[in-house]
């Protein structure tokens, strides 16, 4: 069963980190771009980070120099650092797996909220 299970997310203050997880199953993990994705209240879904299966990665620019993605092939995980978040970084975060000619694989969120 083809599954994307995200952890860590949680309410964190203004300036803060947390460190998000996407454990993967089903699937033949390294040869797939994996994402990150989030969708804010009454907005659409946005990219937030990638990372191919070579391992370079792409970032939408209101997170770049705060936001890091890493992958570890071993554990079938990708990771999202985030630091010095924001109040605009709350959003519901979500995992993705995407490889040409398949099916895009999505987990099922998690929250990430950003206040004091």
């Known amino acids: 069963q083809v599954m ?12 803060g980190s947390l460190r998000l997880s996407c454990a993967a199953s ?7 771009t994996m994402g990150w994705y ?3 209240p009454g ?8 990372i191919t299966r070579s391992g370079t990665t792409n970032y939408a620019d209101s997170v770049k120099g705060r936001f890091t ?7 079938n995980t990708v990771y999202l650092q985030m630091n010095s978040l924001k109040p605009e970084d709350t959003a519901v975060y979500y ?9 895009p694989v999505w987990g099922q969120g998690t929250q990430v ?3 004091s």
Do not use: H, M, W
């Open 4 to 15: 994307l299970v995200e952890s860590g997310g949680g309410l964190v203050q203004p300036g």
């Open 26 to 32: 089903g699937i033949i993990f390294r040869l797939y």
């Open 38 to 40: 989030r969708q804010a």
């Open 43 to 50: 907005k659409q879904r946005e990219l937030v980070a990638i």
């Open 69 to 75: 993605i890493s992958r570890d092939n071993a554990k």
């Open 95 to 103: 995992c993705n797996a995407d490889r040409v000619g398949q099916k």
């Open 113 to 115: 909220t950003v206040s």
